[in-house]
């Protein structure tokens, strides 16, 4: 049951982010393993209440009306700057994405399936310096998509 309402899910985003890139969680955990600090720029769309959770490490909140710090800081010459937007399940993510997009930012990528993804594949998260696997729930429905047994 839970594989086709994630297929549905990826699908309903797809269509209505089309030019949103993704990266899975896989390629997203290679590609942070060998970064230099700082090489990419982390935004979590999630609420305040979620991100008290846990989040990916170094990830700076989006603010609940959708201003997207730093960006002015970064400047014409990081248009090319590597940027992964995540949430729970990759569509307030997807939406980012698409605006940064827009505003010319060509390495913006949306985490698919999000950090419930994220966690299902068992990556970490950091809740302050510690590791964890917890994630916020968001509300009852989209709980479900989390494993039970991660």
């Known amino acids: 049951m839970t594989n086709l309402v994630w ?9 209505r982010y089309p030019n949103a890139p993704s990266i899975c969680p896989a390629d997203l955990q290679r ?9 990419w720029l982390i935004l979590d769309a999630r609420t305040a209440a ?6 990916l490490p170094g990830a700076v909140r989006i603010a609940d009306g959708g201003k997207i710090p730093g ?8 248009l090319e700057k590597p940027i992964v937007v995540c949430c729970s399940v990759g569509l307030r993510s997807a ?3 698409n605006r940064l997009q827009q505003l010319g930012f060509r390495r913006a990528v949306n985490l698919e ?15 302050g310096d510690q590791a964890t696997k917890r994630v916020h729930p ?12 991660r």
């Open 71 to 78: 960006l002015g800081s970064l400047g014409e010459a990081s």
């Open 50 to 55: 979620e991100c008290h959770v846990s989040g």
């Open 7 to 15: 297929f549905w899910l990826k699908f309903w985003i797809h269509v």
């Open 95 to 97: 939406a980012v994405v």
């Open 31 to 39: 590609a942070l393993a060998i970064q230099q600090s700082g090489d």
């Open 113 to 127: 399936g999000g950090l419930f993804e994220w966690v299902n594949h068992g990556h970490q998260l950091v809740h």
């Open 138 to 149: 968001f509300n009852r429905f989209w709980g479900l998509l989390l494993n039970r047994n």
